[in-house]
């Protein structure tokens, strides 16, 4: 008895209910925690991988410094004024109309969009029509030139260049004046306002119509490229609609230092 007593209590707890075990997702979420507790802790704990993050928050604050208060900011929280980077050269379309009386001399002038009245800049050349619708009869490329020298007045060397009064002006080389910038008056707004649904075209405006003189306005409209070489060289170049071959004429504003 002793014998099976001592049997019974060695193998009867081999055949006892084992304990429940875990569901099978448990072992893999206790992991899942165990490896990404891991990972946060490598991520915190590693000074090699922490640097980039503070650098990125310097990066963001640094940022946040610019938009602020226009200046970068360094580590040391100092500042640095942003210096004014000169005109980048691009190019862009405009709207330019060559008009005037026919006993009369050229103006031109450039608009952003064709229904304002007000055109960004309207230059009067000395130059005669009839001799410009000559000089565009008789070559297929004309060039307008409009010098200003920076020498002879410094004032003129930090003003814009649109801004320049007076400028001496040379039509394909030679020389026939001078242009002025000037203020659309009522007159200009009235005739702008009269083509305001044309882009392109030429033609006579009779007198009377979008004209307070007694003269009929010579006129020719399309679109031509603007290109800003830089802070001394502008341009305008005519485009010929549809791509086809035709006139040339080209206007070019420049300021020598």
Known sequence: MTKIGTLRRFILPCFAAPPLAAPPTAAPTAAKKRISTSLRDDIYDDPKVQEPHLDLDRLRKGSEDVEDDGSVGNATGSTSPVSVAPPRPSKTMVIGTIFGPRRGHVWFCVQHDRLSTKPSLLLELSIPTQQLVKEMQSSELVRIALECSAKSDPALGSCPLRSVPMWTLSCNGRKLGFATKRKASEQN???????????VG???????????SSEEITYMRANYEHVVGSANSESFHLINPD?????ELSLFLLRTR
């Open 202 to 212: 030429a033609g006579v405006i009779p007198s009377g119509m979008g004209s307070a």
């Open 189 to 199: 707004r009235l005739m702008l306002k009269t083509m305001q649904s044309m882009t």
């Open 243 to 247: 791509d086809c071959p035709g006139q």
